[in-house]
T-cell receptor, first 114, second 112 residues
Framework: AQSVTQLDSQVPVFEEAPVELRCNYSSSVSVYLFWYVQYPNQGLQLLLKYLSGSTLVKGINGFEAEFNKSQTSFHLRKPSVHISDTAEYFCAVTVHYNTDKLIFGTGTRLQVFP | DVKVTQSSRYLVKRTGEKVFLECVQDMDHENMFWYRQDPGLGLRLIYFSYDVKMKEKGDIPEGYSVSREKKERFSLILESASTNQTSMYLC???????????FGQGTRLTVV
């Protein structure tokens, strides 16, 4: 069965600093990978996704992620964060050609300080 | 815009009550999901459905059941609510694997 690990429960960072949120997955077959963001008191929305092709994926709000098959990772990065990026970020995985089961990690709370 | 609508934002129920959480999507999506969200535990999958009348257990199905009689509606049922089911419940839908999941605003359920 597939699983997702987000090792960092909280990441504090100053405004305009770079940030990386880590995500590792476990699956014996090919997967689709996603990052979602949840702003305070709101639902989740998609930041970006990897289906196939280029391993570097660009998403909304200046975020990008790199798929690394050998390390089974899909880390999220942003070169310069803003206060408005303060939110909870979730990594998620779906297995190819399965029953579309969508599994999430435990989330990483990004807190950006002025 | 895809809309996933959950019937209640806040719900308070007593221990032992039967509770129904309703979710409706308006984009003819095949897949629908129920998650619960708890601090430090992220989103845990309770049940999902990939077609009408079809369902599969997620990671934490105990104490819950689901119903999908129509494509647009997916109901989560707590047969006998308990205090450890106090949580935020999120419904989501996708058209197929690899496609974006759309989420409802969530139902914060408190069982007293």
């Amino acid at each position: 069965a597939q699983s997702v690990t987000q090792l960092d429960s909280q990441v504090p960072v100053f405004e305009e600093a770079p940030v990386e949120l880590r995500c590792n997955y476990s699956s014996s077959v090919s997967v689709y990978l996603f990052w979602y963001v949840q702003y305070p008191n709101q639902g989740l929305q998609l930041l970006l996704k990897y289906l196939s092709g280029s391993t570097l994926v660009k998403g909304i709000n200046g975020f990008e992620a790199e798929f690394n098959k050998s390390q089974t990772s899909f880390h999220l990065r942003k070169p310069s964060v803003h206060i408005s990026d303060t939110a909870e970020y979730f990594c998620a995985v779906t297995v190819h050609y399965n029953t579309d089961k969508l599994i999430f990690g435990t989330g990483t709370r990004l807190q950006v300080f002025p | 815009d895809v809309k996933v609508t959950q019937s209640s934002r806040y719900l308070v129920k007593r221990t032992g009550e039967k509770v129904f959480l309703e979710c409706v999507q308006d984009m003819d999506h095949e897949n629908m999901f129920w998650y619960r969200q708890d601090p430090g535990l992220g989103l845990r999958l309770i049940y999902f459905s990939y077609d009408v009348k079809m369902k599969e257990k997620g990671d934490i199905p105990e104490g819950y059941s689901v119903s999908r009689e129509k494509k647009e509606r997916f109901s989560l049922i707590l047969e006998s609510a308990s205090t450890n089911q106090t949580s935020m419940y999120l419904c989501a839908s996708t058209i197929s694997e690899g496609f974006e999941a759309f989420f409802g605003q969530g139902t914060r359920l408190t069982v007293v």
